[in-house]
């Protein structure tokens, strides 16, 4: 008896293949399909009317002058009430990401034998860190500012300025260069940075260096994590709705300096391990002229707070360890309980994105589910038919791991996202922009294409962000951080690293 393995049914996954096609195409086209046949009688049945009917539908329609005017002006009103309190669209312009100069790499090699420096890790938890570094996705060539990088380490507050000014002036110069916008036409400015909040504040420090205008309205966003970027952009959209022919300022950056943690405690020591320094600026606007000349539409901002449940609040917190040393602890929990507030925010935004057909499909089940009580597997919407790019947040390799798994992505959607970390590391909010850029260096995306940019921060949040590409972005055309170099990128994703002895 033959007990080998039989092959797979490749003729069945094909058939069941091209019937869920099918099924799309009749439900996306379902208003076209029904209509064709309305359309076709009605032709055929005014075909058959006389003169004499038309005058009679004449006669019994005719209205008087009163009614005329009253109609009109009813539907000028009307007319006039949707187009005021139709919301603001809003474009984003550009956008600029920083890239350090090559005395700041920091390789693997170097990250160890600077942590071997710092004198204060046991050699266990030093061969933790070669093991963390070697499993994260990080490459060869992410970035350290000088504080930390140089020996000995000098992570002091001036330090810590020096990286802040270094990373948001320098994407800010590239922005301004490349939008032709002078500091002085900005009006509205938000400033992200979670865990280094000095005095004057670093929207502040923005106003000071480019003499913006007394009367912009600043504001800085401390301790809200990785995901405070599309707060940002949120925050940015709500005031460019009530702001009429404005530009907003939105710069996201991380401050590595002051949060270098010297303690033993292996929760804490994962930051050391994935944080590396980097920033964005993003120039958004609300007017109608800038249309032509900007990349990008804000179709959609959804976000997810879980704070309200303690697992999720006490996921990431930053606190002392037993021998008072500073650090941000991630907890065990932290996978789940960010599976948790991506289920929650994919389902406010799915109605927004998906099409009709994958809708009915979460509905079905949803109802066998709850109300039949079957067995069968929550359905996950295909994403792939909202969006054409993904840009995830380059939390770490587990992060990409698993939304890859759970939203059934390909390794071509999630290049930008595993590149971005191997490049240039967790830059924390502004890693969302960098992946953008890869997508752009790569030239592709094209007009009309839809961008979904996800991310996760302390408290715990989740955050959304539905871009629309205005115009087909040129690679020739554009010079971001990856321009140099994008060839040297394969498609395939980055294996380990293993560290040299």
Not at 331 to 351: Q, R, Y
Not at 368 to 376: E, G, M, N
């Amino acid at each position: 008896m033959d007990t080998s393995p039989s092959p797979p049914n490749f003729l069945v996954s094909v058939k069941l293949k091209y019937v869920k096609l099918g099924y799309h195409y009749l439900i996306s086209h379902a208003m076209y399909l029904l209509l064709t046949p309305i359309i076709t009688v009605a032709s055929i049945h005014l075909s058959t009317l006389t003169t004499r009917d038309l005058v009679y539908l004449w006669d019994q329609l005719r209205f008087n002058l009163v009614s005329v005017v009253l109609c009109s002006a009813l539907i000028v009103f009307l007319a006039t009430l949707y187009f005021m309190s139709r919301p603001r669209k809003v474009y984003l312009v550009d956008f600029a990401t920083y890239k350090p100069d090559d005395s700041r790499v920091v390789s693997l090699e170097t990250f160890i034998d600077r942590s071997v420096n710092a004198g204060t890790f046991t050699e266990e938890n030093l061969a933790f860190q070669k093991k963390v570094l070697e499993r994260s996705g990080l490459g060869q060539k992410t970035y350290f500012p000088d504080g930390v990088l140089r020996v000995p380490a000098n992570p002091c507050l001036a330090e810590a300025r020096k990286e802040a000014e270094m990373v948001m002036f320098g994407a800010i110069d590239d922005l301004l260069a490349k939008t032709g916008v002078k500091a002085k036409e900005i009006g509205i400015l938000i400033m992200n940075c979670s865990v280094f909040c000095p005095t004057p504040s670093m929207s502040a420090m923005i106003v000071n260096r480019y003499k913006l205008r007394g009367s912009i309205m600043s504001y800085n966003l401390g301790g809200m994590g990785c995901s405070a970027g599309l707060i940002a952009i949120d925050l940015a959209k709500q005031l460019l709705q009530v702001n009429k022919d404005s530009y907003a300022l939105v710069v996201s950056m991380e401050n590595i300096t002051l949060n270098w943690y010297f303690g033993n405690n292996r929760s804490m020591l994962l930051t050391n391990c994935l944080f590396r320094m980097g920033g964005a600026a993003v120039l958004l606007s609300n007017r109608a002229s800038d249309r032509r000349r900007s990349k990008y539409q804000l179709i959609h901002t959804v976000r997810t707070h879980k704070g309200a449940d303690d697992t999720c609040y006490n996921c990431v917190f930053q606190e002392e360890d037993e021998n008072k040393y500073i650090g941000v602890s991630l907890s065990k929990d932290l996978m789940v309980v960010a599976g948790e507030a991506l289920k929650t925010n994919i389902t406010t935004l799915g109605p927004l994105v998906l099409p009709m057909s994958e809708q009915l499909f979460f509905f079905a089940t949803l109802v066998a589910r709850k109300v039949f009580q079957t067995k069968i597997k929550p359905y996950i919407p295909d994403f792939k038919l909202a969006f054409e790019h993904f840009c995830i947040h380059a939390g770490g390799r587990a992060v990409h791991d698993e939304l890859q798994k759970n939203l059934e992505l390909s390794d071509w959607h999630m290049e930008p996202s595993r590149m971005t970390l191997n490049r240039f590391g967790n830059t924390s909010s502004s890693s969302l922009w960098y992946e953008l850029a890869y997508s752009e260096a790569k030239g592709r995306i094209r007009k009309g294409d839809r961008s979904w940019q996800i991310a996760f921060g302390s408290g715990f949040k989740c955050n959304s962000a539905v871009w629309k590409a205005l115009r087909t972005i040129d690679p020739a055309k554009e010079k971001n951080p990856w321009t140099d170099e994008i060839d040297d990128f394969p498609v395939h994703v980055p294996k380990d690293d293993k560290i040299s002895s």
